[in-house]
């Protein structure tokens, strides 16, 4: 497995924010090629802040660090293939204590361009760690990132860059990154977006 998320538990930095506008994500989506307004905004607002998981409601937001340590999030095995990515394509387990999966980005985040995993993959990554820890030991574009996702935090590199958000039931990382000479930071983030807006979507709508 080839998780594409930096791990969590990497030597502390010096705490930075660097401004990452969302708006200025939000004016690159268009150029994406989907209408679909899942990839860009929240479609359902009658629900709280969260998803459905194996059946169950999952509150946004971080979890009490004094209680029972909760069943964290397992993306390969409880996120439908149909909602994230398909079986035989992808790969997943464990590093560092955290669930990863990671495998290729969907065409329809990518202006219908079909890249191969080896030029730009995404990963999906969930486990005890708080956005506060990433905050404090790495470099943060933006905290509450997203108008109508609270407490998004972006971490934009060279060429790769990451939304997490802190659950009820751990940390939820949605990144993505490309290979050297191809994307670049930004349009990764504009891709992390589209899927991190896509899977709350489809997310919120399954029981």
Known sequence: MTPATT????????????ALSALAIAALLPLAGCSDASYTTVTNTDLPPGF?????????????PNAPEPEWI????????DIGMKRGTRA????????????PVSKKLTNNVEYPIYEIDQGLTAGPTFN?????????????????????????????????????RG????????????????EACEIATKSFYR????LREQK
């Open 132 to 168: 506060e820890q990433i905050i404090s030991q790495q470099e943060v574009d933006s905290v509450n990132f997203l108008d109508d996702v609270p407490g998004v935090v972006v971490r934009k590199r060279e060429r790769d860059c990451h939304l997490s958000i802190d659950t009820e």
């Open 52 to 64: 459905y998981l194996s059946g169950e409601f999952v509150e946004l937001g971080p979890r009490d």
């Open 92 to 103: 997943g387990g464990k590093i560092f204590g955290m669930n990863g999966c990671s495998g």
């Open 74 to 81: 397992d993306p390969c095995n409880e996120i439908p293939e």
């Open 7 to 18: 791990p969590p538990h990497a030597p502390a930095r010096t705490p930075r924010r660097r």
């Open 171 to 186: 940390f939820f990382s949605v990144g993505v990154r490309g290979a050297k000479g191809g994307i670049g930071g930004d």
């Open 199 to 202: 899977l709350y979507n489809q």
